[in-house]
Structures are given as structure tokens and as C-alpha cells.
């Protein structure tokens, strides 16, 4: 199979509103160009320790959501709610690292969602490995593995360096979308975009290929 040209690099957190509300976005781009590109979902903790954790009920929270988190989601049809608990999200991209592991078709996808809808629709402690591995069991993977992996620390070091490589990039925010053309750094885009940025974006790189 052809490796395609285009490939879009999606760094994200996981207690990223923004991030969960892109997700469809880039699966009607995936959609839109099959074949043509790649798009790989990269570790981006926001408040990694010691930074303070924001507070779940602080005037902060409130204000983002009703300012924006709320409309863009009424806009794209989804259902979040603002989260009681505010947990770091270091094991919940460890979690996914793993499920990427599997080797089964989709599994990545699968447990991204289930994450990320966890936290935003039923306030998931992203940072209990217990209800990670309580996730995983739910989609018919093995919860007792991947608890065995977070507890070893196995995926800790592919998380920190997608962490090094936006900050290589100079990507301070998610969700950080980073295009290349052939392996060549393209371009970054930085917040949520809506679906037709994204296609221009693409339809861009496809006239640079001639």
C-alpha cells in the first residue's frame, strides 16, 4: 500500500474540550481524502506536574464554556458537559498509546473516543488507572494489560517525546494540527478549525504536489 504524501499530526490533550470537539472534524477530513493523508494522534499533556491542575469550579471554566465550548458544540452536535474534576492526563495518553499497540484495526480510535467522551460526558478520572483499565474492559480489550502497563511506565517515554516534538514544532495550545508534505514540515495550525480550513488546508498541499 502507498504511504500517503500528506500527512497531519493532531497533538491533543485529552482534558481539551476543543480537542474532543475537532474529532469529527478531522474524521470527515480523514473521510474527504482517503488515501491521500494520514492523520496521527499525538500526546499533548496541558498542565503536566507540577503545574497546578485547574479548578473544576473556578470562574475560568465557567466563562470558556459558556463563551465557547458550549456554542461550538451545539454547532457540531455533540453533548459535553463541563467535567466535576479537573485530573492530570498523563496515564490517559499512556492508555492510548497502549490501545495504538493493539494492533487491531480501529482499537486506537476507539478508546481516543471512549476517553475523551468518558471525561467530557461522565467526568472519567482520566489519571485513575483503575477506570482506564475499566474502559479498556468495556471495549473488549484487556483492562488487567494495559493497568499492568501504566503501572510499568511503559508508554511514559513515547508521550513525553510527542511533548518534546511540539515543542519543537512551537505548538503552545491544542488541538496543534501540523501538516508535512513528504516528510517535510508544512505548516501548523492551532485551534480548533472548522471542516472547510481543514479541506483548504489539504487542497493547498495537493497544488504543492503538482
Known amino acids: 500500500m502507498t504511504r500517503p504524501r500528506i500527512t497531519l499530526d493532531v497533538f491533543s490533550d485529552f482534558v481539551c474540550p476543543f480537542c ?15 488515501g491521500e493523508i494520514m492523520i496521527r494522534w499525538r500526546a499533548f499533556e496541558l498542565r503536566p506536574a507540577p503545574e497546578p491542575t485547574l479548578d473544576p469550579d473556578g470562574d475560568y471554566l465557567h466563562d470558556v464554556w459558556a ?5 461550538m458544540a451545539a454547532e457540531r452536535g455533540m453533548t459535553l458537559r ?4 479537573q485530573p492530570r492526563s498523563r496515564l490517559a495518553h499512556e492508555a492510548s498509546a497502549w490501545a495504538e499497540d493493539q494492533h487491531n484495526t480501529g482499537t486506537a480510535a476507539t478508546m481516543r473516543t471512549a476517553l475523551f ?37 511503559d508508554y ?11 515543542s519543537e514544532l512551537g505548538i503552545g495550545g491544542v488541538p496543534g494540527l501540523r501538516f508535512s508534505l513528504d516528510g ?27
Do not use: N
Not at 463563551?67 to 456554542?71: D, F, G, L
Open 20 to 34: 474532543y470537539l475537532e474529532a469529527p472534524e478531522l474524521d470527515a477530513l480523514a473521510e474527504r481524502f482517503t
Open 67 to 71: 463563551r465557547a465550548v458550549y456554542p
Open 82 to 85: 463541563l467535567p466535576r474534576l
Open 117 to 153: 467522551r468518558g471525561f467530557f460526558e461522565e467526568s472519567l478520572d482520566l489519571a485513575d488507572p483503575e477506570a482506564l483499565a475499566r474502559v479498556a474492559d468495556a471495549l473488549a480489550l484487556d483492562g488487567a494489560a494495559l493497568h499492568r502497563a501504566l503501572m510499568a511506565g
Open 156 to 166: 511514559r517515554e513515547q508521550v513525553l517525546a510527542d511533548q518534546r516534538l511540539a
Open 184 to 210: 517535510e514540515h508544512a505548516g501548523v495550525l492551532e485551534g480548533a478549525q472548522p471542516r472547510r480550513q481543514l479541506f483548504l488546508a489539504v487542497e493547498r498541499l495537493r497544488d504543492l504536489m503538482g
